[in-house]
């Protein structure tokens, strides 16, 4: 099993260079780094990035992250993956750009 974080490209940079990172101005401000399961992100992509074209889809081992990991209620009800640390780059398993095409964002086939 693997949970996505949808980073701008800036983002994603500075996550690179760094090695770890905090999160985006959302996550800053929530105290927590937000997560997608598999059945989540698509819609999660749609509701916070629906315009946002330059974007990287990342997924993470979430076993690397420890008890730092909480799976809370949020959209719906549905439980969401937050992680209250820093993202270190050693739990990313893959990355790949995440293009806005007519219809949304275009995910990698087998995803989903």
Known sequence: MVIYKIFRRPEWDSLR???QTLGAPIDLSDGYIHFST????VATA???FA????????????DKLGAALVWEPARDGALF???YAAL???AV??????PLGAAGHIFPRDMI
Not at 38 to 41: F, Y
Not at 93 to 98: A, E, G, I, K
Request: hydrophobic share 40%; aromatic share 2%.
């Open 93 to 98: 398993v893959w990355d790949t750009s995440l």
């Open 46 to 48: 749609a509701k916070h």
């Open 38 to 41: 598999t059945e989540q992100v």
């Open 17 to 19: 260079q760094s090695g």
């Open 81 to 83: 993956p937050h992680l």
């Open 51 to 62: 315009d946002e074209s330059d974007l990287v889809l990342v997924a993470v081992d979430p």
């Open 88 to 90: 270190p780059i050693s």
